[in-house]
């Protein structure tokens, strides 16, 4: 799996950066370090410079007090990554199937989305899923039918 530490693009190593440092410390629902999901859903985009740089950063702001004025200034996002970021991060107002349907409408988000279920679907991760992480599991599911994740 690459690290993107030291990715020709400066971009990438930049939005690497920042998530590492963001994500430090944070630990995901199997108690393993959090950077890895950001990390793994970046090694799964394939070898787009936007899909890469959003997917390390699709959660940069909905986890931390990060605005996305602040990370503009440190990453020169290009304006559809800075529109794949922001339809990423869930307004808890909107409802999931509605949030997921205005990322089906952009294709850098629904691709990065895709493989951020696809990862967080993943169960083996899990020691000892319960009923909520096969019911979350589920969800995830029926968001990847309407994202049409096959083709991703």
Do not use: W
Not at 36 to 46: I, Q
Not at 58 to 64: A, C, G, L, N, P
Not at 121 to 134: G, M, Q, V
């Amino acid at each position: 799996m690459k690290n993107f530490s030291s990715h020709k693009d400066a971009r990438i190593r930049a939005a690497f950066a920042v998530a590492k440092k963001i994500h430090a410390g944070q630990v995901d629902k199997a108690g393993a370090d959090y950077f890895n999901h950001p990390l793994t859903v970046a090694n799964n985009v394939g070898n787009d410079t936007s899909a890469i740089i959003v997917a390390l950063l699709h959660d940069v702001v909905e986890d931390s007090s990060k605005t996305f004025d602040e990370l503009q200034r440190e990453i020169p996002l290009t304006v559809e990554e800075l529109q794949a970021l922001k339809l990423l991060t869930h307004d808890k107002n909107i409802p999931y199937l509605e949030y997921i349907a205005q990322i089906k409408a952009n294709e850098l988000a629904a691709k990065v989305k895709a493989a951020d279920l696809k990862h967080n679907s993943d169960l083996s991760r899990i020691k000892n899923p319960t009923e909520k992480d096969l019911a979350r599991v589920e969800k995830y599911r029926l968001a990847l039918e309407i994202l049409g994740g096959k083709n991703f």
